[in-house]
């Protein structure tokens, strides 16, 4: 009796003894004849597919069809195109002493395009999706062809020649099919056929030839392959696009102007911020755009500090641009002021107390408080801390102004220049309950088409100070749209501020980026410029990095000092770049925080 051995025990019992070692292989092989084994820690060149290709050419037939087989020769066709410059100065920095790799890539940005350009794309099925509504407009100029086939026959008539077909033949259903009979009974029905023209005439092959190929152009479709039934949508095929150039990506862009801001009483000078905020994803979605609408007397307070400002930082106007425009955007608006001692909520008081009609009565108290500000703007005008803030739903203004024309919008921004400040307030705040019932729904947002509105906003939030968080605003901005009694629990500053909100020109003249250079056109460097302001998408967007951009944007999120002792009011933050570890080395790019 033989012994069967079970194939697992096999496996087994030569896993154990080669332990998956990579020489099981040449173990194995030791009786065979084959020696040329590729160890199997060795790496494979991979095949050079371009040199196959030339030592190894594709054997084509010589005929009429070759030129389908083979690929075209002038397909291919390279463009070099200058890129195109948007600003004034390309935005690279200058070619030094670096590396040859960062000088290669500093190119990148300035070098121009080289287009690749194929001619015939346009026959691939790639590039040509024959889809079911491109197939009807292809067919709308065709003529109906009705073949045999397809007629279907009349009924009556059918019915008619079926019964003189009877009378005439008597005995034809007794007769066999096939049959002689039956045979000369269809001769005797049938109708002759059209002679055809021509048949016996003699005439050369070419003439023929030509003569049928004239006759297949004529009225044929100038895409006749592109006439076959569409491919199933569902079906796995690789659509191809021609490209765009890359260029710098923008979304839809909003002008917003600054026109003034002012306080029932003039003590100090006030600086002001506008930000976009996205409520839904929790996101800042552009930097801070600062302006400056203080008279002249309040910024001589600070002449001491002031050194030679910049042109681009007079700016009054900013566009903003928007990639995923939606019903929870929000323009925030901050207001900050000169650093001084006490709490956020004491330094707020006196907007809060002193009115506009009681300024001759309280001139002595208005006085002493412009004297104080002065000596704290000599102090400390370097420094700042955060005073009042308020919010815009964005969508609200751009559905309102698009079923509002110009001079409704002119004459309710001079009626509210009627009576006192705090009656205004109390009317902007019905009109901002009202704007809110009316966008409790998912409205199509565009900021592209929406008529200029102009905005008188007269109520302001103290800022108070255990709410400085994104966190805390973010609940404040969702109260805006819902209503609640988040906002009811903050004390309100009067004042007014006008903006006019608009879409951006194509073209803005005298206009900045990020990068504080000038846009063509830019005629006049002296002129009081229009800042870009840099977005933050809410969501990633997938461009190629076409423009040189050297920013970087420090967000300090907290500061505790919960394990301190004693206060720790009015702390400073400074953010300063360093070219070295010695104090000498600062560099002159710093900005105080509070």
């Known amino acids: 009796r033989e012994s069967r051995t079970v194939a697992a025990e096999v496996r087994k019992q030569i ?138 026959p009349d009924s009556g008539s059918y019915q008619d020649d079926q019964d003189d077909l009877k009378r005439r033949s008597m005995s034809i259903d007794d007769t066999p099919r096939g049959s002689w009979a039956c045979s000369i009974f269809d001769l005797k029905n049938s109708l002759p056929d059209a002679l055809l023209p021509h048949l016996l005439d003699r005439a050369p092959n070419e003439e023929i030839d030509r003569h049928n190929e004239d006759q297949r152009k004529a009225n044929r479709h100038r895409e006749l392959f592109a006439l076959h039934p569409a491919l199933d949508e569902e079906e796995p095929i690789e659509r191809h696009c021609v490209p765009e150039v890359p260029k710098e990506h923008f979304g839809q862009r909003l002008l917003v102007k600054c026109l003034s801001l002012k306080f029932e009483i003039e003590i100090e000078p006030i600086f002001a911020s506008l930000a976009l905020y996205d409520v839904k994803e929790k996101r800042k979605i552009s930097e801070n755009f600062f302006f400056d609408l203080n008279s002249e007397q309040m910024k001589g307070m600070l002449r001491p500090h002031i050194q030679t400002a910049a042109i681009s930082t007079l700016a009054r106007s900013a566009i903003f641009s928007i990639t995923y425009p939606s019903q929870d955007i929000f323009l925030v608006i901050k207001l900050e002021k000169v650093l001084q001692q006490g709490d956020i909520g004491e330094c707020a008081e006196p907007y809060m107390v002193f009115k506009e009609s009681d300024t001759a009565k309280n001139k002595e108290k208005l006085e002493k408080l412009r004297s104080q500000s002065e000596q704290f703007c000599q102090r400390l005008g370097r420094y700042r801390m955060p005073f009042a803030w308020t919010a815009i739903h964005l969508m609200n203004i751009v559905n309102s102004a698009g079923s509002l024309e110009r001079d409704t919008e002119l004459e309710m921004s001079l009626s509210e220049r009627k009576g006192s400040w705090s009656e205004r307030r109390n009317s902007s705040i019905m009109g901002r309950r009202s704007l809110e019932r009316t966008t409790s729904g998912d409205e199509s947002c565009s900021l592209t088409g929406f008529r200029p ?84 998408p809410a969501r990633d967007v997938y461009v190629p990095n076409t423009t040189y951009r050297n920013l970087l944007y420090v967000n300090p999120q907290s500061l505790n000092f919960a394990n301190r002792q004693g206060s720790a009011r009015n702390i400073t933050v400074k953010v300063q770049f360093m070219n070295g570890e010695d104090p000498s080395n600062a560099m002159p790019v710093s900005h105080y925080l509070k």
């Not at 040449?26 to 060149?45: D, F, I, Q, R, Y």
């Not at 095949?47 to 397909?75: A, Q």
């Open 15 to 152: 896993a154990g003894q080669y332990g998956g070692s990579p020489q099981l292989f040449k173990n194995l092989n030791v009786g065979t004849t084959t020696s040329n084994t590729v160890p199997l820690t060795e790496a494979v060149e991979p095949v050079d597919f371009e040199e196959y290709l030339i030592t190894h050419p594709p054997i084509v037939e010589s005929g009429p069809l070759r030129d389908l087989i083979e690929f075209p020769p002038d397909d291919i066709e390279v463009i070099y195109t200058p890129r195109e410059c948007r600003t004034v100065v390309p935005a690279v920095p200058e070619e030094g002493d670096t590396d040859t790799h960062v000088r290669d890539c500093v190119r990148s940005y300035t070098e121009d395009w080289a287009i690749v350009n194929r001619k015939y794309h346009k026959l691939g099925t790639g590039f040509n999706p024959n889809t079911l509504d491109k197939q009807k407009e292809r067919q709308r100029g065709l003529p109906k062809q009705v073949f045999e086939a397809d007629e279907m």
């Open 453 to 536: 509105a102009t905005l008188t906003i007269t109520n302001f939030f103290k800022q108070e100070g255990d709410r400085l968080s994104d966190e805390d605003l973010f609940k404040f901005l969702a109260d805006m749209r819902r209503p609640s009694s988040v906002l009811r629990r903050l004390r309100p500053i009067t004042a007014q501020l006008k903006l006019d909100i608009s879409p951006a020109p194509e073209n803005p003249h005298y206009c900045l980026t990020p990068d504080l250079l000038q846009v063509k056109p830019y005629p006049d460097s002296r002129v009081r410029p229009t800042r870009e302001i840099l977005e933050f």
